[in-house]
């Protein structure tokens, strides 16, 4: 399986994120990126154009890998809460937390979310 081959450490943080999006996906994370460099495959209008006959999760999720590249996704929060599986949502989530200003260790928001789960 051929995965994301950045080389920075932002490019691999933004690459693990990217990554953890699309865990369910991965076909949608080559769709996306360049697995060499870190760009999108195809400019942000184009791809929108063509994933079209997409499911409205795979849409979503595209749209939100295209948010946190270039804020040219225009995801709502409640279209994450209303769409996405508990899978995807997860992912979602778990991708923003790597990202975000104090990355979050993925196990840890697995381990948090399974907890709320079973209780």
């Not at 996405?84 to 840890?108: E, S, V, Y």
């Amino acid at each position: 399986m051929k995965s994301l081959n950045w080389k920075t450490p932002g490019q691999q943080r933004l690459g693990l994120a990217m990554a953890t999006l699309f865990a369910a996906h991965h076909d949608l994370l080559l769709f996306i990126f360049d697995p060499e460099e870190p760009r999108l495959s195809m400019t942000p209008d184009l791809m929108l154009q063509r994933i079209k006959g997409f499911s409205s999760g795979e849409r979503l999720l595209i749209r939100l890998a295209l948010d946190i590249w270039n804020d040219s996704g225009e995801v709502k929060i409640t279209e994450l809460l209303n769409t996405l599986d508990p899978t995807n949502f997860t992912n979602a989530i778990a991708a923003l937390c790597q990202i975000g200003p104090k990355p979050l260790n993925t196990k840890t928001i697995y381990q948090t979310l399974k907890q709320e789960e079973q209780s």
